[in-house]
Each structure stands twice: as C-alpha cells, then as structure tokens.
C-alpha cells in the first residue's frame, strides 16, 4: 500500500509537541484512506465521546498507551 501524506506547514508548527504530530500524520494517513477521524486531547476525553455517541457511531477506537489522563494500558 502506497500513502502519500501532505501537511500543510502552519505558523506555530515548531510549537507542535512530539504526540501532536505523530496524531496529525495518523489523521493524515486514515484520512486518505476514506476513513472518517475524531480525536480528543486525552483519553478521558476519548471514553467520554464513545460513551455519549449512539450505538455503533464509531468502529474503532485507537488510544496511544501513553494518552495523558487515561492511557491504552
């Protein structure tokens, strides 16, 4: 499978942390294989959007091990 990832520079990108580009390029890269993308700060966040969506709303939930509040583990 070939992705082709394009993100656009921004003005503050050299303020970006490590964790806020590594979820902009994952974005970038199930984006551009038809999928349709939320995120949230934390996980805490995360559970709290699953818990208030309808039934079947999301079809996965991918969570980093070291998400700040509440993590993968």
Do not use: W
Not at 2 to 22: A, G, T, V
């Amino acid at each position: 499978m070939n992705c082709k990832i394009s993100l656009h520079l921004q003005e503050n990108r050299s303020k970006m942390k490590l964790p806020d580009i590594i979820r902009e390029i994952a974005v970038a890269i199930l984006e551009d294989n038809g999928f349709l993308v939320e995120t949230a700060e934390n996980g805490a966040v995360a559970v709290e959007k699953v818990r208030h969506a309808p039934a079947g709303y999301y079809a996965a939930v991918l969570m980093d091990i070291q998400m700040p509040v509440m993590d993968g583990y």
